[in-house]
């Protein structure tokens, strides 16, 4: 059977990581991916600039899999820089920033409003098949609608106020409507 694990660099202290990698090291794991932060810290700070996650790429008998943070190419082009033997990395919450993330990496165009869209309303449809009840998918959308919004141009003024006071899918739905005609 083939194990993958994704650790944080600890629960209060990144140079936990020393303690962790020497267990990890006795299995034969498929991959470690290494989420550069510590449990205290939630999603506030990455640990990408010290010499931890250098550590991981080099004492790892397995191959290493950098998670968090990386929501534009440029953060990926650094990433890459810093420690060009990482085996890859997983964008997690940046593809929801920027559905064309993956493209973007590889030189590609950004997406366009009509992606934009599209990938909007198949996150919209999927919540609405897989969730019971206006409020669970009300709560993804919202979601959604915190890491799309700073695409668009006035956003807090005209989408992030207006959907955070929402408390009915199909205002909701009115509202996103709004903000994917008036932004560009």
């Known amino acids: 059977m083939k194990i993958s694990i994704k650790t944080r660099l600890g629960m209060d202290d990144p140079e936990e990581f020393e303690d962790l990698l020497t267990i990890y090291n006795k299995y034969p794991l498929e991959e470690l991916i290494v989420h550069a932060r510590v449990q205290k810290d939630y999603y506030k700070k990455y640990a990408t600039s010290g010499n931890i996650l250098g550590e991981a790429v080099e004492q790892a008998k397995s191959p290493v899999c950098y998670n968090g943070d ?35 990496i590889r030189g590609g165009a950004p997406a366009s409003k ?30 959604l609608w915190s890491y799309l919004a700073p695409m668009f141009t006035n956003n807090k003024k005209i989408c992030q106020k207006r959907l955070r006071r929402l408390k009915n899918v199909w205002y909701m739905k009115m509202q996103s409507e709004n903000c994917l005609a008036v932004n560009s």
């Not at 990433?79 to 919450?93: A, N, V």
């Not at 919540?127 to 959308?141: A, H, K, P, V």
């Open 70 to 104: 990386i929501v534009t190419a440029d953060d990926c082009t650094r990433l890459q820089e810093m420690f060009p033997t990482l085996d890859c990395i997983m964008t997690g919450r940046g593809t929801l920033k920027n559905p064309a993330l993956a493209r973007e």
């Open 114 to 143: 009509e992606e934009i869209r599209r990938f909007h309303d198949m996150m919209y449809n999927e919540y609405c098949e897989d969730l019971s009840g206006d409020r669970n998918i009300l709560f993804r959308m919202k979601e």
